[in-house]
């Protein structure tokens, strides 16, 4: 279920919640219950929704250092792929990991300049 330009924050769909409605909106399309456009609408609804959710509700920070593979930067996309990661959290902990892709969006909503 895709068409027409993809927006940033459609990364969101990947998490378990997202493939979740994209399945069952599949299911609905091909059952012919609703339309395509329709299930277009509301995975845009989600992606915002989604969007603003984050914003909102986390508040958590980390910080981490590691050694910066490959970056790039493509339709306000940021994608950065790092390796031998140390992330330090909000207690203290820390946590390691080999590689880490980290995507990052610009916060702007879809038609802002």
């Given at each position: 279920?895709?068409?027409?330009?993809?927006?940033?924050?459609?990364?969101?769909?990947?998490?378990?919640?997202?493939?979740?409605?994209?399945?069952?909106?599949?299911?609905?399309?091909?059952?012919?219950?609703?339309?395509?456009q329709l299930a277009m609408k509301i995975c845009?609804?989600?992606?915002?929704?989604?969007?603003?959710?984050?914003?909102?509700?986390?508040?958590?920070?980390?910080?981490?250092?590691?050694?910066?593979?490959?970056?790039?930067?493509?339709?306000?996309?940021?994608?950065?792929?790092?390796?031998?990661?140390?992330?330090?959290?909000?207690?203290?902990?820390?946590v390691e990991a080999n590689r880490v892709k980290?995507?990052?969006?610009?916060?702007?909503?879809?038609?802002?300049?």
């Amino acid at each position: 279920m895709s068409g027409g330009a993809p927006t940033s924050y459609e990364l969101y769909r990947s998490a378990s919640i997202g493939m979740a409605l994209q399945d069952a909106l599949d299911d609905l399309i091909s059952q012919n219950l609703i339309e395509p456009q329709l299930a277009m609408k509301i995975c845009s609804n989600y992606d915002k929704a989604f969007a603003e959710l984050i914003a909102d509700k986390v508040k958590s920070r980390l910080n981490f250092k590691g050694s910066l593979d490959i970056y790039r930067f493509c339709d306000d996309v940021w994608t950065f792929l790092i390796r031998d990661v140390k992330f330090t959290l909000d207690n203290k902990q820390i946590v390691e990991a080999n590689r880490v892709k980290i995507v990052s969006c610009t916060n702007k909503k879809a038609g802002e300049t």
